[in-house]
């Protein structure tokens, strides 16, 4: 899924029409939405063809990715801080509410804000009022839209005490899923053409097309990375290849198929992004806040895939995360950094399932 500058997202499948459809029929109201779905489904692409598609398409669209940022810079991020305020605020800083004033605002990730962010969160949708970072009063209120998106279990994390249920009232006023590419393989061709149609116009690329065999290869995968994962291959594809036609060859290995004659192919284990990462960490030795993190908070890589990685280290040492640690190649003293990363993103698994 792809939106271009009128909010048109790509895709043949009906599902992805009643989902257009349902945009614009979301887009005529200022209601507060949440978008839920799997990592890099394209949450924020629906995100911005709502807005494009409503009566503020004129005004700002702002996106902030609440995993991306600690606390604190999470704040004056969203609200803004005066001059002084703390160290390096060296002067009066809008913020992203402020700046999206009547335009529309994304908090892409919203389950990972901490519960004193939510509080603050709450009293802004309550007010509409803005108090900066190291204010002394509440500023003028604004007018933004708000549209939050998630691949969390919201009201799980309610139960489990971790997100405010008054917050997840008031953010989920609409509520859209958007479904993995799995579910919509129709999509998958037309999405390809349309990355490949993007990458090879004027570029001097050698590639320009993509063989009807390697094309069906691509449209079976089953794509854990959705269309992020879909897009990377196609754009490493153009650049690294030597000939005008994608073949089956130049495939990466977890898409070609493991042999011709396989009579149920969907059912034998396909090498994963973890596989890869592993490989990275245990054979050409790199460190995992090099290999792994980066991609983590670029959402390149989903909290399932570090999951998964994480699991496959635990396996390997016997359920000691030192030990694990080590195999991701970290220095003695980042240890406690990697143990609070893991439980912050909610990736620590039970270490004595491997004992």
Request: glycine residues 8%.
């Amino acid at each position: 899924m792809r939106n271009s500058v009128d909010g048109r997202l790509i895709g043949a499948s009906p599902i992805m029409a009643e989902l257009s459809q349902e945009i614009d029929r979301i887009a005529r109201s200022d209601a507060k939405v949440l978008i839920t779905g799997e990592s890099c489904v394209g949450k924020e692409l629906v995100a911005r063809a709502v807005h494009s598609r409503g009566s503020r398409a004129s005004r700002p669209f702002a996106a902030v990715n609440c995993a991306g940022i600690p606390e604190t810079l999470l704040e004056s991020e969203l609200f803004g801080h005066v001059r002084g305020s703390f160290t390096g605020a060296y002067r009066d800083k809008p913020g992203k509410f402020e700046m999206a004033d009547r335009g529309t605002i994304l908090l892409d990730e919203i389950g990972e804000m901490t519960m004193r962010m939510q509080g603050l969160l709450l009293r802004f949708l309550e007010t509409g009022e803005i108090q900066k970072v190291g204010a002394d009063r509440m500023g003028s209120p604004v007018n933004v839209r708000i549209i939050s998106s998630t691949n969390r279990d919201l009201r799980g994390m309610v139960k489990e005490g971790t997100f405010r249920e008054d917050l997840l009232y008031r953010i989920n006023v609409i509520h859209v899923t958007v479904p993995p590419l799995r579910e919509r393989r129709e999509d998958i061709i037309p999405l390809i053409r349309f990355f490949l149609g993007q990458l090879t116009e004027s570029n001097g690329h050698v590639v320009h097309s993509i063989s009807t065999e390697a094309m069906a290869l691509l449209a079976e995968h089953n794509w854990p990375g959705n269309v992020r994962e879909l897009q990377n291959v196609i754009e490493r594809l153009v650049v690294t290849g030597r000939n005008e036609v994608v073949g089956p060859d130049d495939l990466p290995p977890d898409i070609r198929r493991p042999s011709p004659g396989a009579s149920r192919p969907k059912r034998e284990r396909r090498r994963t992004i973890a596989d890869d990462l592993y490989a990275q960490l245990i054979e050409q030795h790199l460190s995992f806040w090099t290999a792994v993190y980066p991609l983590y908070m670029q959402r390149e890589i989903s909290r399932d895939n570090v999951r998964d990685l994480v699991r496959k280290g635990l396996e390997e040492a016997r359920g000691n995360y030192k030990i694990v640690a080590r195999l991701f190649n970290m220095e003695q003293r980042e240890y406690k950094r990697f143990l609070n990363f893991l439980r912050k993103h909610d990736c620590q698994l039970p270490y004595k399932e491997y004992r």
